[in-house]
């Protein structure tokens, strides 16, 4: 831990332990020149990497939630990669992502969601879809739509996932703009968006399912909600 120690921000204090387990106290600031009310964390080296939980798990972060990127063993899930013990440079990006993880949970309590755009899908699965479908937005243009079928379930997107295959989908007006010869939006069907609009909208169908599947197998292990946030799919009734 002595790396870590050594990179610790202005915002990040070592109070006690050694080099497999270590405590810190933590509350990075906010936008507003504030600061997040500080936490009591715990670091612990497992097999050559950093996990990272509440020391006294549920005191100020829940003991776990998966909208609240808390693990079933209450670790902080900040991110896909891992942090390795004994890296100068993993120590650097540790302590950024666990400032704008701190940030972001002090975001959630007062608004009972996550913030925007900065969270992935629940489950490997369900993640490489998002990030899948998020690269297929970008490199046809649209990322905003994309973003707002992902955050709010809402625009041309979303429509399309829930209302089925490929005819519905070639009849669709061009989400880009292509146009005819007359100047009228072309059709889907008559441009060539078709093929790769039809992979955006199957990987975000597929990070629905696999998203869904995740949730479904905690209601079977009876995981209730936190209480913490909003619309929360723990809330709902199991219908598998």
Not at 131 to 149: H, N, P
Not at 219 to 225: D, G, P, T
Request: with cysteine.
């Amino acid at each position: 831990m002595a790396v870590l120690r050594g990179a610790a921000p202005p915002w990040a204090a070592f109070i006690g332990g050694g080099e497999a387990v270590a405590d810190f106290i933590a509350g990075p600031p906010l936008p507003d020149g504030d600061a997040v009310p500080a936490v009591i964390l715990q670091v612990r080296g497992m097999d050559g990497w950093l996990s990272v939980s509440e020391r006294e798990p549920g005191t100020r972060l829940p003991e776990r939630c998966p909208e609240l990127h808390v693990n079933e063993d209450s670790s902080l899930c900040m991110a896909r990669r891992g942090y390795r013990c004994g890296h100068a440079a993993d120590a650097d990006v540790f302590w950024q992502d666990l400032g704008e993880y701190l940030v972001n949970q002090h975001f959630a309590k007062r608004w009972g969601r996550w913030p925007v755009g900065r969270w992935l899908s629940h489950g490997p699965t369900a993640a490489d879809r998002q990030v899948e479908a998020e690269k297929l937005a970008a490199e046809i243009g649209v990322a905003g739509a994309y973003s707002d079928c992902l955050e709010n379930d809402e625009g041309w997107i979303a429509e399309a996932v829930r209302s089925g295959g490929p005819k519905v989908l070639r009849s669709l007006a061009c989400p880009i703009g292509c146009r005819k010869l007359d100047g009228k939006i072309a059709a889907l069907g008559d441009c060539g968006h078709q093929g790769p609009v039809q992979k955006l909208v199957a990987a975000e169908r597929a990070r629905r399912a696999a998203q869904e599947a995740y949730f479904a197998a905690l209601r079977r292990r009876n995981r209730k909600c936190c209480g913490r946030v909003r619309d929360c799919p723990l809330d709902q009734e199991m219908t598998a």
